[in-house]
């Protein structure tokens, strides 16, 4: 499975972005992906993750109530709705899948990450 996240970029306290990943490989309609970040001098965390139908989706508490994940396994592609973002929001957004859990370590196959810069 090869993933690539894009779609970052500067965006203003409150406004919107969706990033998107795109895989490939035969196996990726069938696996979790996960959504992470990090910041300049932080550890990687964890932002959400979706099952491999979408039916179920699981939150940082962080992020609850403001972005949304969801797949097209029709056309490979995985989505972060990042609604009424903030400062804290800004990092470095990665997909991952191999894995179904908060852990980074869980997931064998990262994309490169896409910077999203939150602007007050």
């Known amino acids: 499975v090869q993933l690539q996240a894009y779609g970052g970029g500067l965006v203003q306290v409150g406004g919107s972005l969706r990033l998107s990943c795109a895989a490939s490989g035969r196996t990726f309609s069938r696996q979790s992906v996960g959504w992470f970040r990090q910041a300049p001098g932080k550890e990687r965390e964890f932002v959400g993750v979706i099952s491999w139908s979408g039916s179920t989706t699981e939150y940082a508490d962080s992020v609850k109530g403001r972005f949304t994940i969801s797949r097209d396994n029709a056309n490979n592609t995985i989505y972060l709705q990042m609604n009424s973002v903030k400062p804290e929001d800004t990092a470095v957004y990665y997909c991952?899948?191999?894995?179904?859990?908060?852990?980074?370590?869980?997931?064998?196959?990262w994309g490169q990450g896409t910077q999203v810069t939150v602007s007050s």
């Open positions: 991952a899948a191999g894995g179904t859990s908060i852990y980074s370590y869980h997931y064998t196959y």
